[in-house]
């Protein structure tokens, strides 16, 4: 599918997506943490203040803890073409197979103060953990991650349709370059 298709397909459901904006956000069913380990590369998301230097190369790599909480390491190319890297922590949140985790960044003598964790939900993920959209409650972050830096084009507006029937407005996405 090429992106112009891609693109006209989103504009059509722009107005579907916003009628279900005012329900709650689903997520997948359950999560398996230990398999969703390892790195995921961002493919798209919703431009945001934190990741304004990031230009190209923005992956994630999780690493299960000891105590069941997740290492976060997030990695990008700025435009000097330094990496810069943030460290953080996640959380599930709910019962083992939860797909609603908390992530901070923040230090851990902060971890008490509840603004310091950010929802992270799994909205959709792909059957074998080969691709996920992860979002939070309100629909102003998401994110599109693939284990290997670029999604089938078929998979990838396939994806948008589900996204977009979830309310999330698909045409914020800003696609991430990889070298």
């Known amino acids: 599918m090429t992106a112009l298709k891609i693109w006209l ?11 279900h904006a005012a329900e709650p956000l689903s997520t997948v069913a359950s999560l398996d ?16 203040w934190f990741q304004k230097k990031c230009v190209s190369n923005t992956r994630a790599n999780y690493g299960l803890r000891s105590d069941g ?14 990496i810069d890297e943030a460290v953080g ?11 609603k985790l908390q992530v901070r960044f923040a230090p851990a003598w902060l971890s008490l103060i509840p603004a310091v ?15 996920v959209a992860v979002s939070e409650p309100s629909r102003q972050f998401l994110w599109i991650l693939s284990r ?32």
């Open 33 to 48: 943490v230990p398999r969703y380990m390892g790195t995921w590369y961002e493919i798209a998301k919703f431009p945001n």
């Open 69 to 82: 909480t997740v290492q976060v390491t997030n990695r990008c190319k700025t435009a000097s073409g330094e």
């Open 117 to 131: 964790w950010g929802d992270y939900w799994v909205v959709v993920l792909e059957d074998n953990y080969q691709w």
């Open 148 to 179: 290997t830096p670029r999604m089938e084009p078929k998979a990838y507006a396939d994806l948008l349709l589900r996204l977009a029937a979830l309310g999330l407005d698909v045409q914020k996405l800003e696609v991430t370059v990889q070298d």
């Open 9 to 19: 397909v989103c504009g059509l459901l722009a107005f579907t997506g916003a009628l």
């Open 89 to 99: 922590a996640a959380r599930q949140m709910g019962p083992a197979t939860s797909p």
